[in-house]
């Protein structure tokens, strides 16, 4: 073979190796964003939930909690808020998931709930949150999940967190 030869092996090669250097990342990629878990709060269930809800003085919503995440059998957490602006009435399972084991606390602000089913659900709605606005318009509060008491479980007993967590706030209209 002539030096030339050589040479346009050579790069040949390389470039088929940039190649399939390029599309393994591509692919890793594009695997872990599939793989993303989280917990959000929000009016509806969706990818994201909304950063902002609205409601007015003596107003009853409710808010729907749910996760983006595979093979879940169970969960826990708790959501803080700031007991001047709403009060937790109820926490009600969903077609997903029976009624939580729950512990309200409207004094500090808090509700901690869990539950588990016995087969695994991806992207299970677990819980349907009513509030009532005791605040005044202009005041706000975070519904917030604690990111330390937050876990999934799977069928194995395996436990994991989310890796995002969609908090929103409610604004008194």
Do not use: H
Request: charged residues 20%.
């Amino acid at each position: 073979m002539s030096d030339r030869t050589n040479v346009l092996a050579v790069c040949a090669l390389l470039m088929a190796i940039a190649t399939v250097s390029v599309g393994a990342v591509m692919v890793t990629e594009s695997t872990a964003s599939a793989t993303t878990t989280a917990i959000s709060v929000g009016e509806e269930t969706a990818t994201s939930p909304d950063d902002a809800l609205t409601a007015e003085p003596g107003e009853t919503i409710t808010v729907t909690v749910w996760a983006n995440a595979s093979a879940v059998t169970g969960y826990q957490t708790r959501l803080g808020f700031d007991p001047d602006v709403v009060r937790v009435d109820e926490v009600a399972g969903s077609d997903d998931f029976a009624a939580p084991v729950s512990n309200v606390d409207n004094e500090s602000g808090s509700v901690v709930f869990n539950q588990a089913r016995p087969s695994e659900m991806d992207d299970p709605v677990l819980v349907e949150i009513t509030l009532t606005v005791v605040g005044e318009a202009g005041e706000s509060t975070a519904l917030s999940f604690d990111r330390s008491e937050t876990k999934f479980v799977t069928d194995g007993g395996q436990a994991f967190t989310p890796e995002t967590y969609g908090n929103v706030t409610l604004s008194v209209e």
